[in-house]
């Protein structure tokens, strides 16, 4: 007989907090590593597959899978178009130009002028 696990679903956590205003302002605010996180993990929910699923069909780990839906794994475009690519979805990477524009750095002393 299997045991049924106990406790609540991300996705479900995650649909409670967007209901709250802030949660959109601390997403905007997050790391590319943690929007990119969320994202594998609903797209994978979505899907209905298993961090070990994915992981087989990428030709990784569970466990890297794991890391990377916690915002915890380095990623490389590469390794995204193929989760991308299992999940049935667009890869889309833009540069864009923010509203306010870094400010330059100082040249160190010595370096030549452009």
């Known amino acids: 007989m299997k ?15 967007e209901k709250d205003p802030r949660w959109k302002e601390a997403y905007d605010l997050a790391d590319i590593e943690v ?23 990428v030709g990784t780990t569970q466990s890297v899978i794991s890391r990377i839906e916690a915002g915890n794994q380095n990623l490389t475009v590469r390794t995204l178009s193929k989760i991308a690519a299992v999940l049935h979805t667009a890869l889309i990477i833009q540069l864009r130009h923010t509203q306010t524009p870094p400010r330059p750095k100082q040249k160190p002393p010595g370096y030549p002028a452009a």
């Open 35 to 57: 929007r990119l996180a969320l994202q594998i993990n609903r797209a994978r929910t979505k899907a209905c597959l298993t961090q070990g699923q994915l992981a087989k069909a």
């Open 3 to 17: 045991k049924k696990r106990a406790g609540i679903r991300l996705e479900d956590v995650i649909a409670e907090w």
